[in-house]
């Protein structure tokens, strides 16, 4: 796969409760001379990316991240207020205490307010895929896909493990043919990118991807 390819289909990411101002202009700036899908960075500093780089980038946040648990009234609220500021795509995270309460059809609901709340925009739905079983892998992506979100993603990076190629493969065989697929977390070589785009990824959520690309291009 050529280099431009993979780095356009990759979220530059950057979500650590600390990260500084300096951080996030040096992310950004890579994003775009690097051409990739976005930056995906803390809602807090979405208005002053948008007013500091405008169209030349597609910003990405972050709802009810990380642990998911905020009531959907907040999320929503919190999704409304970084599109109004100039987020292009929002992935939120699901209420994992629903999920392992057997309460699907409120994740489900959930998520279709979210999506509500994005119109146009992309919405991207975090499972965490490491806190689930395989029933409740499925039954989220049977969720999502439902709800009429766009992406199903598997992790937000802060759990306890990140992506994998089987539970990409387990979201292949389980999602509708609408719902695409974002893998993050722990991807961190050239070959584990490849390897997850090539399994149908549309997009990957890593820190690393520039990084380990840019001298390829």
């Known amino acids: 796969m050529e280099v431009k390819d993979m780095l356009a289909r990759v979220d530059h990411t950057l979500l650590k409760p600390y990260c500084s101002w300096e951080e996030i202009e040096?992310?950004?700036?890579?994003?775009?001379?690097?051409?990739t899908a976005s930056?995906?960075?803390p809602s807090c500093y979405v208005g002053r990316v948008h007013g500091r780089y405008g169209d030349r980038l597609n910003?990405?946040?972050?709802?009810g991240f990380p642990l998911?648990?905020?009531d959907t009234p907040v999320k929503a609220l919190e999704a409304r207020e970084a599109l109004e500021q100039g987020a292009g795509e929002i992935d939120m995270v699901i209420n994992l205490t629903d999920v392992k309460n057997g309460l699907y059809e409120k994740v489900e609901e959930e998520i279709r307010t979210l999506k509500g709340v994005c119109g146009e925009h992309v919405l991207k739905v975090i499972v965490e895929t490491c806190y689930l079983t395989r029933q409740e892998k499925i039954?989220?992506?049977?969720?999502?896909?439902?709800?009429g979100a766009d992406y199903i993603k598997t992790s937000t990076g802060f759990g306890t493990g990140g992506a994998t190629l089987e539970d990409v493969k387990l979201f292949r065989e389980n999602i509708g043919p609408g719902v695409k697929i974002k893998a993050a977390g722990g991807i961190s070589t050239r070959e584990e990118l490849e390897a997850f785009l090539e399994l149908?990824?549309?997009r990957v959520g890593t820190s690393r991807a520039v990084?380990?690309?840019k001298d390829q291009i």
């Open 26 to 35: 040096k992310l950004c700036e890579e994003a775009i001379a690097y051409g």
């Open 39 to 41: 930056v995906c960075i």
């Open 59 to 63: 910003i990405c946040t972050v709802v």
């Open 68 to 70: 998911g648990y905020q």
């Open 139 to 147: 039954a989220m992506c049977q969720a999502v896909t439902k709800a």
């Open 200 to 202: 149908g990824c549309e």
């Open 211 to 213: 990084g380990l690309l």
